[in-house]
């Protein structure tokens, strides 16, 4: 879509209350002409943050965080800007103009299509779970009760190769539109049947609470691959997406941290023993797009990753994606379980209190990234320090400008001997003011 015209920004703010607004989300108290209330956006104990309804603006003389309705619902509802301004266009009751209106109302009537199947899906899913009691039975083997199966919307796939093209897919309209939403295959014969088949469902929401695309979980050890995801469709790309940050939005007014796992059913764990801040990625490694959807939530992220060597390769591969991005104020963090140990096998053998101290020994990421680089080099010869310091320093030149920038490039001078001391041997020297 193209820019929105200003007159059309502006039109919508006119028309909109910012005191409706934020008031629906932080608790305002009138103070003269003003509203103040405690700042959202940073931990204070007095009220900074105040709400002009002359001025339509919001601004916290503490943290200096300032703007109008749409910036607040980016910031505190952590939307992009189109998604704060349709939010605010339900509000007013207004259309959000679009070029070629012909082209793009077809392509939201198609949209709203896709939604309403995969909504009717994830009903359907639901229902067959309240009448699958080897489903229920292990869903409460493993803990999660009926409060959270409600959260998080599971249901159950029933087995067999029709159930939800039976229920569902009326007409041939209805089939084209379920296999576009990704719930159908096709074997080699052309011949179409149920994607998800005996299987755990776990729909995966986006940011405004739709569901976009399902993760299926085989109940046994000898059913086919542990896990099953959705295809890439037109609402759903997984390198875009994170399992569980829908529900972490609804759980936390504030979120101070996210903890990355791996399984839909290491959240659901931590979810049920109140530890309400999981994501997962979704069968895939953490990539950029997830790493700045991370940090944008949230500004320390914790990895929890197996401790063999395909966990650290995990590991490695989200420093990789978070180093670039790791402005001052972020922090990143990786967590190595035992062997044979998942999040969900930990949080249930230690509860949340354990959980919670194990996070609290992660490693920093820092650490990991010497740690790693360093691990087979020999930093007692000059040869091993060269070596570090022609892998670190390609790395080092993505981190953005700051401090943090500034203290990896020293410690790889304190570990190398290079960048510190040629600094100062080539800088002129100055007489005493």
Known sequence: MARLPDAFIDDLLARCDIVEVVGSRVPLKRQGKEYAARCPFHDERSAS????????????FGCGAH?????????????????????????????????????SAQQQDDSRELYAALDAATRFFQKQLEGSDKTRAYLEGRGVDEAIRTQ???????????????????????MKLLDRAG??????????YDKFRDRVMFPIFDRRGR???FGGRVMGKDD???????????????????????????ANQKIERLIVVEGYMDVVSLFQFGVTQAVATLGTATTPDHAELLFRNAPDVFFCFDGDAAGRRAGWRALESVLPRMKDGRQAFFLFLPDGEDPDSIVRK??????EVRLKQATPLSQFFFDELGREVNLATLDGKAR????ARPMLAQIPDGAFGDLMKQQLAKLTGIGGTRTAAAAPSRPPA
Not at 49 to 60: D, L, W
Not at 227 to 242: D, Q, V
Not at 350 to 355: Q, R, T, W
């Open 49 to 60: 943050f105040t709400v002009s309804p002359t001025k339509q603006f919001y601004h916290c």
């Open 388 to 391: 570090l310091a022609e892998r």
């Open 224 to 250: 086919g691959p542990k896990y099953l995801n959705s295809p890439e469709t037109a609402l759903f790309h997984k390198g875009r997406e994170l399992y569980g940050l829908w529900q972490v939005r609804q």
């Open 67 to 103: 703007g109008t309705a749409i910036s607040f619902l980016m910031n505190y509802d952590r939307l992009d800007f189109l998604d704060a301004v349709d939010e605010l266009a339900k509000r007013a009751g207004m259309e959000v103009p679009r070029d070629a209106p012909q082209r």
């Open 350 to 355: 230690e509860g949340a209190g354990g959980f």
């Open 152 to 174: 998080f919307a599971i249901g159950y796939a029933p087995d067999g190769y029709s159930g939800l093209k039976d229920a569902l897919g009326k007409d041939e309209r209805r």
């Open 183 to 192: 719930l159908f295959s096709k074997n080699d014969r052309g011949h179409v």
């Open 211 to 213: 569901v976009i695309a």
